[in-house]
């Protein structure tokens, strides 16, 4: 016996009079797409979704129906405001029809029922979605459905500054060499911090500035603690994963690098523009970032020539326990409860013809991301963009994602909370992790796995 | 004799008091309220629905639920039976599309979705579009994973049919576990008692308050409005003006003039250079001139609110009694201890408790300058309780966490309010006087 929601008779209902009704008379629908954490490089995250207006009205009008779209873009240039306003207007039902945020908040907010999962509107077994990476398709799931379609792709990336390099006795085969030692785990964290610190010491960059990390939250933080040999995730069960040995190395390791000098203790929560500059400008000998800077270094921040001045590796490896690692984090397109079943499908429908290889390329190029599937790798635009290739080849294979579950963030937050309070020496790394510790017990009981040091 | 509360009264101020009642009761009252929930984002505001789904049912196990019910509730399949065909024609699919399949796949299963999709691609009179085509599929499915249920009754209906004679205590843990939305509970403010942070976001407030308070708001007030008070008159004035500028500036705009002035490149970190003395970013760069800067950018506008009461105060104190003292030979110093601070009592008294109040709950400045940093040295209760329930990164938004930070300081900015008002002798200003006129 099967149960049949209610939403579901009425959306049958709804596509039985809407049948009889076709052709009659125009179809107007105004569809409302946002999307979090984009500037005006990644405007082609809501652009897409007109140009697959404009290719759905095309197709409907040689199908003989008349239909028209109007799409409603916003784009929300930080993160903190944006997740906000989706949530809040997700009450009272006002969220955008099309959401385009991190994969992170398909857990909360599937949860929280202000998704409708995309697996019940689109076909992935049909053209374009049937050539989207397997493991992008399993990061936009959660819990068994898939609830988003990939919007982007990308890896977060360490990169030095040649000429630095070169100043300290590194010869050209040596830098070439580099991001092979780090992907063997031969040249660590603590290597990179000797050298920023030799850096320094020549002259080449400002105390205090040899290393610049991300100055405020981001997944980046994650790679640290793989680094040190943590997992976010047991393979296993599922469950999340507390590493404790591994939280402690990596908070150690950043009051390392500030008792030798190389950046401030004070230094999280600095200003993003000027860290842009710095970083861009050869004022820094080592930092992180993401594949998607390059587009903001070489347009906005004036880095020419960026391959001339700067290469790239993965995360290091910290120490024996630990691997060389790179976070991606895609942005996924998401549907919202918001509107009638029909609305979603058509948004769906959006979302696949946005997904196309030639039309994603355009965000893809422009904001310096990477290719959601195969084919993107064949458009000429994608396949001429050096960086993008080179990306896609040398990082992209070794990524891995942050897990996608309704408790991570309590998670998260703990351990930034308690890295901040290690790096500005508020308070002792075993202090803090153990405050961290705590906080997460409480909240999560026996939903996390603790694993103690020494494993 | 008592007056008599007037009708006509009551009538002319009955939209103030609804006013009052929506946007300032109401939202206190719902605040306790919220504040012995686990409300988040993740679980919603208005109610939530009863789901199962495969990470509830690996942590059913421990939670006393037998391995066979729980292997019942996973079952995932499609199977084209009369029941499926009945149910399909009775939610409206296409009446040639359930023929074609009756014809072609009936007494068919199928285990995954994609392979029933496959099947039904194939089939001739299929509806163009991707979700017809996933609705059609729904009749004919026996599973209940990832179905919200609207309500309780629903989801045990379900559970039953799938799992039947499931033993009653199963039943309701499954219910309990299963459900998305918020519930009732108290552990909020365990949470925050037991919380390493809380101490130190506690010293930070009364810090911050105290110092305030009585740097700026009280002592800077009060010499303001003394000194503009002797000043001449159009520069008193022209002082005045200045010291309310501050307040006027937009709070945004304020704050990225601070940053101007203290950042890395900015106005201060040149002077230092030039002086010699560290040059670094003052407002984040060490914990001391991070609080330095807060106090300061929340003194600054709080000053003039001091200077204008005590202001009007001064000037209500009758010139005879100046005149008088300077007869005597008193000097500045003198009049201003022994007539102008004694009759500034109920004044002092109110910048000081309406200020802890504002100052308890003003968290907009120390946002927009130093974010709580660096770390969480310069945060106080209000912006912690604003950032767990409306800004979080990486987590959810916590509501009912943050209702229950602000209950907290509701609780202590009333006992405070009573504690001022004893301490200054409130009911002595308010007497009846003893007098009859």
Redesign the interface.
């Given at each position: 016996m099967t149960i049949l929601k209610k939403t579901t008779m009425l959306a049958l209902a709804g596509m039985l009079l809407s049948g009889t009704a076709l052709g009659a008379a125009a179809e107007d629908y105004t569809i409302s797409v946002w999307a979090g954490g984009s500037g005006e490089e990644s405007d082609y995250r809501v652009k897409a979704i007109e140009i697959a207006a404009e290719f759905y009205e095309r197709e409907a009008a040689i199908r003989g129906e008349d239909v028209d779209i109007t799409v409603e873009t916003q784009l929300f240039s930080g993160w903190d405001d944006f997740k906000q306003a989706i949530t809040l207007a997700a009450e009272s039902g006002t969220a955008p029809n099309i959401i385009v945020s991190g994969h992170e908040d398909i857990g909360p907010w599937a949860q929280a029922g202000i998704l409708r999962p995309v697996e019940d509107y689109v076909d992935f077994d049909a053209w374009p979605l049937n050539q989207l990476y397997d493991n992008l398709i399993k990061v936009s799931s959660y819990d068994g459905k898939i609830w988003g379609i990939p919007q982007d792709a990308e890896s977060r990336v360490f990169f030095f500054w040649r000429h630095h390099l070169e100043a300290i006795g590194y010869s050209a085969e040596q830098i070439d060499a580099l991001p092979q030692q780090v992907l063997d785990g031969e040249y660590t964290l603590y290597d990179m911090l000797d050298d920023v610190q030799k850096m320094q010491e020549a002259g080449l960059v400002d105390d205090a500035k040899g290393f610049m990390p991300r100055p405020s939250n981001g997944p980046d933080y994650w790679q640290f603690y793989q680094s040190f040999g943590g997992e976010m995730v047991d393979p296993l069960n599922g469950k999340l994963v507390f590493d404790k040995q591994a939280l402690s190395d990596m908070y150690q390791f950043f009051v390392d690098a500030v008792d030798k000098g190389v950046v401030p203790a004070t230094y999280l929560g600095g200003d993003w523009d000027s860290w842009h500059g710095a970083v861009a400008s050869g004022k820094a000998g080592a930092w992180h970032g993401g594949t998607w800077h390059y587009a903001q270094w070489t347009k906005k921040n004036g880095l020419d020539d960026f391959f001339g001045n700067v290469t790239y590796t993965l995360i290091p490896a910290g120490n024996e326990r630990g691997r060389a690692n790179s976070i991606t984090h895609p942005l996924v397109y998401l549907l919202s409860n918001t509107g009638t079943d029909d609305d979603a499908a058509l948004s769906a429908e959006l979302v696949t013809i946005a997904s196309e290889p030639r039309i994603n390329a355009l965000h893809a190029v422009k904001s310096s991301h990477l290719a959601i599937g195969k084919e993107e790798l064949n458009v000429p635009l994608y396949a001429e963009s050096r960086w993008a290739t080179e990306a896609t080849e040398n990082l992209l294979p070794y990524t891995n994602a942050l897990p996608n579950s309704a408790d991570f963030g309590t998670v998260w937050t703990a351990m930034y909370k308690g890295l901040e309070a290690s790096w500005t020496g508020v308070s002792s790394v075993s202090d803090a992790v153990e405050a961290a510790e705590q906080e997460v017990v409480s909240a999560l009981g026996d939903k996390v796995i603790i694993k103690e040091g020494g494993m | 004799m008592r007056s008599r509360t007037s009708r006509l009264g009551l009538l002319m101020i009955s939209p103030a008091l609804l006013l009052l009642a929506v946007f300032f009761f109401a939202p206190a009252v719902l605040t306790g309220v919220f504040s012995f929930t686990n409300m988040?984002?993740?679980?919603?505001?208005?109610g939530?629905?009863w789901v199962i789904?495969?990470?509830l049912l690996?942590?059913l196990p421990?939670r006393g639920v037998d391995a066979s019910t729980i292997e019942a509730l996973g079952v995932e399949s499609y199977s084209v039976d009369e029941?499926?065909l009945a149910?399909a024609r009775a939610?409206?699919?296409d009446e040639a599309f359930v023929d074609e399949i009756e014809a072609r796949l009936a007494g068919r299963n199928y285990a995954t979705d994609?392979d029933f999709?496959?099947a039904l691609?194939d089939l001739g009179s299929r509806p163009r579009?991707?979700?017809?085509?996933?609705?059609a599929m729904?009749?004919?499915?026996?599973s209940?994973?990832?179905?919200?249920?609207?309500g309780k009754a629903?989801a045990r209906?379900?559970i039953e049919?799938v799992a039947p004679g499931i033993d009653e205590t199963q039943l309701n843990t499954i219910l309990a576990e299963s459900y998305?939305g918020w519930v009732w509970t108290t552990d909020n403010f365990?949470?925050i008692a037991?919380?390493?942070?809380t101490w130190?976001i506690i010293l930070n407030t009364v810090f911050y308050v105290a110092t305030t308070l009585t740097l700026f708001h009280l002592l800077l007030g009060l010499f303001l409005a003394v000194t503009t008070f002797y000043l001449p008159k159009k520069l008193g004035a022209v002082f005045t003006v200045i010291w309310l500028l501050p307040r006027l500036t937009p709070v945004v705009l304020y704050a990225i003039m601070w940053k101007w002035f203290t950042?890395?490149d900015g106005f201060l970190a040149i002077l230092a250079a030039e002086l010699g003395l560290p040059s670094?970013?003052y407002m984040?760069?060490?914990?001391p001139t991070?609080w330095t800067i807060v106090i300061a950018v929340n003194g600054f506008i709080g000053a003039s609110f001091g200077m204008i009461i005590f202001s009007g105060a001064i000037r209500a104190i009758p010139m005879q009694q100046l005149w008088a003292s300077e007869v005597d030979g008193a000097s500045r110093w003198q009049q201003v201890r022994y007539i102008i601070l004694p009759q500034l009592r109920w004044p002092i008294l109110f910048v000081t408790s309406y200020q802890t109040l504002s100052l308890l709950t003003s968290y907009a400045e120390i946002w927009l300058t130093?974010?709580g940093?660096?770390?969480?040295?310069t945060t106080v209760w209000a912006l912690d309780a604003f950032q767990t329930a409306?800004?979080?990164?990486?987590?959810?938004?916590q509501y009912g966490l943050g209702a229950a930070m602000a209950l907290v300081l509701v609780a202590i900015g009333l006992m405070l309010a009573i504690v001022y008002l004893r301490l200054f002798r409130f009911d002595e200003l308010v007497a009846r006087p003893k007098i009859e006129f």
């Open positions: - | 988040s984002s993740s679980t919603g505001i208005t939530g629905a789904t495969p990470n690996k942590l421990d029941a499926g149910a939610a409206g699919v994609s999709l496959s691609k579009r991707i979700r017809d085509l996933k609705l729904e009749p004919f499915t026996r209940i994973l990832n179905v919200r249920f609207p629903e209906t379900a049919a998305t365990r949470t037991s919380s390493a942070k130190r950042w890395d670094f970013n984040k760069g060490s914990v991070a130093t974010n940093g660096p770390g969480n040295t409306l800004l979080n990164y990486s987590g959810s938004l």
